[in-house]
């Protein structure tokens, strides 16, 4: 199968790409910054694209997304011209890597982003996948680990009893390795249902990168607002404030997990801090 992936280097894109390629899938797809290991197109969300460059392919996942601040309208419209040109050059399978921040009360840009991308791509007969907040290294996970390795005071948003919708880099790619296999268009919610709290989640991460960490409880709702002006400044933080939003929104989850309708036997959230952070793609 030739599977077309869209933002080839970032986090998600990069690691699936690896998993299918090992696994005799033909790999390519689109970067901004090119690719060592697979035929890529250069391209970002807003440039042109010609069905011409999609022929050929079975699947196109839609993985790329602009994080600058403000870019609302460059991802819907790049993701969905992505989108139009795939269908022209007839491509059969269309995946649109959503987020559980994609809901009617979304109040980060970045949910209400991939709630006008899904519209869109529901209205078009395709297929959902919404992650849980990935652990592996290169995600949000990995900017804290990176906190962890530094600093020996880490702010634990809301004392970390707050439950996770959480799932492993492993299990989203052999997620969406069985999902390319299923014709039908449908929705997928992936995390796990055990659904740990984020104190046990750093608490494990710490265990692993063998620091002691001091955790300092602090109201989520208390880091809005620095981190609002942080993102004003252009001040990167190992947090963002979409990131902060979204944890506040998906404290009571509005989409329910189905992760085992394809993936019966998923790994435990500890197992899945284990592998990424031990071993890993």
């Known amino acids: 199968m030739n599977v ?3 933002g080839l280097n970032g986090f998600i894109a990069r690691h699936l790409a690896a998993w299918l390629s090992e696994r005799g899938y033909v790999v390519t797809g689109t970067s901004r910054s090119g690719s060592e290991r697979f035929h890529v197109i250069a391209w970002r969300l807003g440039d042109p694209i010609e069905s ?5 392919v079975d699947a196109i996942i839609h993985a790329a997304h602009d994080f600058t601040p403000g870019a609302m309208n ?5 993701t969905l011209a992505m989108e139009r040109a795939a269908a022209a050059a007839g491509v059969r399978r269309q995946i649109l890597v959503s987020s559980l921040s994609a809901r009617p009360d979304a109040i980060s840009e970045y949910g209400r982003t991939k709630l006008a991308e899904e519209e869109y791509f529901i209205r078009n007969n395709h297929t959902i996948v919404r992650p849980g907040t990935v652990l592996g290294k290169g995600g949000l996970f990995s900017k804290i680990a990176g906190v962890m390795e530094s600093w020996p005071l880490l702010p634990l948003l809301d004392g970390g009893r707050a439950r996770m919708t959480v799932i492993g880099v492993h299990d989203l790619c052999r997620a969406l390795e069985a999902i390319l296999q299923i014709h039908e268009a449908k929705q997928y919610n992936l995390y796990y249902e055990e659904m740990p709290t984020l104190g046990e989640i750093l608490g494990q991460l710490g265990t692993i990168l063998n620091r002691k960490v001091l955790f300092v409880p602090v109201p989520a709702a208390f880091l809005l607002l620095p981190l609002s002006v942080l993102r004003h400044l252009g001040i990167r933080a190992p947090l963002d404030v ?10 009571a989850p509005y989409h329910p997990t189905n992760l ?3 993936l019966p036997q998923p790994s435990t959230s500890e197992t899945a801090v284990a592998e990424a952070w031990e071993g890993g793609l």
């Open 52 to 56: 011409t460059a999609l022929a050929g």
């Open 260 to 262: 085992s309708s394809v």
């Open 242 to 251: 979409d990131n902060l939003k979204g944890y506040i929104t998906n404290l």
């Open 74 to 78: 460059t991802n819907i419209e790049g």
């Open 4 to 6: 077309f992936i869209t």
